[in-house]
């Protein structure tokens, strides 16, 4: 694959986040955590949802203020404050980002009914470049471990993939059904 072409391929959504979209309620509330320049963000509020759009980079965050259907809060989750406690979110977005110590606030910021989607890198994934820092690496299983008996998993993958690059994924897609809605 060129170069360029590998580089529209980082700016489309993710096939993954693409596949279950449908699964979140419509007009409901997303957030769209590390959203980068958001492609997500744009690819969501498109199908009509609400998007709160967080990340650091306040640059990128100016890109997506005048989209419709989008709010933007510039934040470091990891070394502030947690912007979003009380708040609840029909489905919650993560791609290609870790940061364990945030993982249970995602869960609690899930509204019953509410749709997690994740993909990051996994261990492996230090074969093929960045990122290879196991603090940025999925362990084997760790998404089942953080949503087992509280998340009804929907899909999950460990795999190797070779588009948009090489590298080592995790990605998991569940819902919420806390109020005891499991079907």
Same mark, same amino acid.
């Given at each position: ?39 997500? +963000? ?52 993560? +791609? ?23 993909? +990051? ?61 499991? +079907?």
């Amino acid at each position: 694959m060129s170069a360029s072409a590998q580089h529209r391929d980082l700016d489309l959504p993710s096939p993954w986040v693409c596949r279950f979209a449908p699964l979140i309620r419509a007009g409901g509330l997303v957030l769209d955590v590390a959203c980068g320049a958001g492609r997500h +963000t744009r690819y969501l509020a498109g199908l009509g949802y609400r998007v709160e759009a967080v990340d650091r980079d306040a640059g990128a965050l100016g890109e997506l203020a005048h989209v419709a259907g989008v709010t933007t809060r510039h934040a470091d989750l990891e070394h502030g404050p947690w912007p979003y406690s009380g708040h609840q979110f029909d489905a919650i977005v993560v +791609t290609n980002y870790l940061h364990r110590p945030l993982l249970p606030r995602l869960l609690e910021a899930l509204a019953n009914g509410g749709v997690l989607i994740y993909e +990051t890198f996994a261990a492996g994934n230090e074969r093929y470049g960045r990122p290879g820092n196991p603090d940025f690496l999925l362990k084997p299983g760790e998404l089942l471990d953080l949503t087992r008996g509280r998340l009804r998993v929907v899909a999950y993958e460990d795999l190797h993939v070779e588009v948009p690059r090489p590298a080592m994924i995790q990605r998991l897609c569940a819902i919420n059904q806390s109020a005891g809605t499991w +079907t």
